[in-house]
């Protein structure tokens, strides 16, 4: 099944023309924090391509634990007939970092090309066009993975430091929840990740001096400089 998949990896950029990419606000309004990520197969119309026109895998949502496996149970049920290009349109407020390096992981093994980018049907003629989507916290390391990826002007991508939550008890407080930061053993984890993936560790540097109660910004310089992606096809 996965073969027939990597048969229809190379990117099409031809079927891409007449595409339009429709800026939105920085803070995308697709996937809602808390929603797990889902998937699901889109054709892009780009005007006259009819029957022709690249069927490619849209996700959306937040990265939970089980993200990387529903992704693959969704290729093996998706992927029949050669059809389905390897294209991933992602649209992420993040999730867990873990599962983001499994998911990054699996694209790579896959070959599938990421776009930064959500599909939105037009009112008027019903056709699927992209528009502004956005990668922000662990969907980086997702990111990452993809064979080639692309993070248009529009889109947006934004890291930070990561932590997590434990739960205590005390006499006098009651249930404490405390949040807990790396000790450095993942972010040397990232690193390699990173390095491996193509991607400039740095970028991990920058996410780990970043506070955790804001996302900065990447900018195209930021994202050409430590390799993370093109601006276009």
């Known amino acids: 099944m996965i073969n027939v998949m990597r048969a229809n990896m190379k990117l099409r950029t031809q079927a891409f023309i007449g595409l339009s990419l429709i800026a939105a606000a920085a803070f995308s309004t697709g996937a809602r924090a808390g929603e797990e990520m889902s998937f699901r197969v889109v054709g892009l ?3 006259d391509c009819g029957a022709r026109c690249p069927r490619v895998i849209a996700a959306e949502g937040e990265i ?4 990387p496996n529903a992704f ?13 290009h390897g294209i991933l349109l992602l649209d992420s407020p993040g999730g867990k970092v873990v599962a983001s ?18 599909p939105m049907a037009e009112q008027a003629s019903r056709d699927m066009t992209l528009v502004s ?9 997702a990111l990452m993975g993809g064979r080639k990826r692309v993070i248009p002007p529009q889109s947006r991508v934004g890291i930070h430091r990561m932590f997590n939550y434990s ?3 005390d006499l006098s407080e009651g249930l404490v929840r405390e949040r ?3 000790d450095g053993g993942m972010k040397a984890m990232l690193a390699r990740y990173a390095s491996g993936m193509g991607v400039s560790p740095e970028l991990v540097n920058l996410a780990e001096r ?6 900065y910004m990447l900018t195209g310089a930021d994202i050409a400089r430590w390799r993370l992606g093109s601006r276009k096809l």
């Open 45 to 47: 119309d780009s005007g």
């Open 64 to 67: 939970a634990e089980g993200t």
């Open 72 to 84: 693959v149970s969704f290729l093996r049920e998706n992927a029949q007939g050669g059809k389905l």
């Open 101 to 118: 390096m499994e998911l990054g992981q699996a694209l790579r093994r896959l070959g599938i090309a990421v776009i930064v980018a959500r």
């Open 133 to 141: 989507g956005r990668c922000y916290s662990a969907c980086v390391y």
């Open 167 to 169: 739960t205590s008890f």
């Open 180 to 182: 807990n930061y790396d």
């Open 210 to 215: 970043t506070s955790p109660d804001q996302l």
